[in-house]
């Protein structure tokens, strides 16, 4: 997972019991509890409340432990580049804690690449200009 940073700060480890009790995999067949997905082949949507659990999931780290993902991993992942964070880290530093409004902003946002692509969809010759309407609430519809 080449998203992943590779030295974290201790406050990413999953140390909770309670969460820790809700990994996959950890609690019995036929339970009705809501489990943490650890991400594997594929990541889980990044919800913009990182401090809840079960979120977007857990990852297994290097030493064995689980872990939330990081602010700039979760950025990272919708397509932004280090320095689109970087930026944004400015303007909301964390001071060395979780920053809630830097995952609120990355478990907000459309992936970068899948957003070009719409557009370039829309702008291409495939859709004539009638082809975009704007509907009863002005949101813009493309009619395929």
């Known amino acids: 997972m080449s998203f992943l940073e590779l030295d974290v700060c201790e406050q990413y480890t999953i140390s909770q019991p309670i969460t820790l009790s809700k ?3 950890s609690v019995p067949s036929g339970s009705y509890t809501r489990l943490l997905d650890l991400m594997e082949d594929y990541a889980y949507t990044i919800t913009n409340r990182k ?3 079960p979120n977007n999931g857990g990852i297994k ?3 064995g432990n689980y872990g939330y993902l990081t602010m ?3 950025w990272r992942l919708m397509g932004f580049e280090d320095r689109d964070f970087q930026a944004t880290l400015q303007e909301h ?13 990355a478990g907000s946002n459309i992936v970068v690449q ?3 692509s719409i557009f370039e969809l829309i702008l291409s010759e495939k859709y004539a200009v009638e082809d975009v309407m704007e509907n009863e609430s002005g949101q813009m519809q493309l009619i395929c």
Request: glycine residues 8%; aromatic residues 4%.
């Open 51 to 53: 401090d809840r659990s």
């Open 23 to 25: 990994l996959a995999g």
């Open 114 to 116: 899948v957003m070009e």
């Open 72 to 74: 700039l991993e979760c």
């Open 61 to 63: 780290m290097k030493d």
């Open 93 to 105: 530093p964390t001071n060395g804690a979780m920053n809630r409004t830097l995952y609120h902003q």
